[in-house]
């Protein structure tokens, strides 16, 4: 069964920091980019970040640049988002989804495999 | 960073057909078209159409997309309960390098 099983999220103070990981199975996993979408409460989907296959090629949305860090290990079919100087902004829903049929970022197909999503609140 | 644009709603009648549209530019739907997602209220997002407006497998065949230009549309005929969701449209934008949004279209079925 393809699945994406995302932790580490939890309730955080302004300033801190938190990193999520997602680990990935049912697919392989270093066949394609990989991205984190999150979801402030009652709002729609906010795309926060993307690699590709080989961690070459990365891209943040403005709102997290320069505070977040995406990576992934292939070799544990894992995917993280570091993210540092949290607000209360930052505060939803984090997704971690998959590319469909592309192993490079800027060949969007679309994300065809999401997983269950990890909570974050940023709140003092 | 500038999203795609969705109307924030559309009604439609069981068993109608309703026509929900995204708006981008030539850096995003212009240029590699757009994927469409449903989302159910308490529930991860579902990719029920790719750029290239094709169809994964277990979607329906009353779900259609298509791009004009700038312009991307999702169809669903013979609207039935479940497809009271919201819906997103996404696209890669070269100008950006990221991906964007649209803000959303809740559909409700009448």
């Known amino acids: 069964e393809v699945q994406l099983v995302e932790s580490g999220g939890g309730l955080v103070q302004p300033g801190r920091s938190l990193r999520l990981s997602c680990e990935a199975s049912?697919?392989?996993?270093?066949?394609?980019?990989m991205h984190w979408v999150r979801q402030a409460p009652g709002k729609g989907l906010e795309w926060v970040s993307g690699i590709s296959w080989n961690s070459a090629r990365r891209g943040y949305a403005d709102s997290v640049k320069g505070r977040f860090t995406i990576s992934r290990d292939n070799a544990k079919n894992s995917l993280y988002l570091q993210m540092n100087g949290l607000s209360a902004e930052d505060t939803a829903l984090y997704y971690c989804?998959?590319?469909?049929?592309?192993?490079?970022?800027?060949?969007?197909?679309?994300?065809?495999?999401w997983g269950q999503g990890t909570a974050v609140t940023v709140s003092s | 960073q500038a999203g795609l644009t969705q109307p924030p709603s559309v009604s439609k009648g069981l068993r109608q057909t309703a026509t929900l549209t995204c708006t981008g530019n030539s850096n995003n739907v212009g240029d590699q078209g757009a994927a469409w997602l449903q989302q159910h209220q308490g529930h991860p997002p579902k990719l029920l159409s790719d750029?290239?407006?094709n169809r994964p497998s277990g979607i329906s065949e009353r779900v259609s997309a298509s791009r004009s230009g700038n312009t991307a549309s999702l169809t669903i005929t013979g609207l039935q309960p479940d497809d009271e969701a919201d819906y997103y449209c996404s696209a890669w934008d070269s100008s950006l390098s990221a991906v964007v949004f649209g803000g959303g279209t809740k559909l409700t079925v009448l």
């Open positions: 989804a998959k590319n469909a049929g592309s192993y490079e970022l800027h060949y969007f197909y679309g994300l065809d495999v």
């Open positions: 750029r290239n407006n």
């Open positions: 049912g697919f392989t996993y270093d066949d394609y980019a």
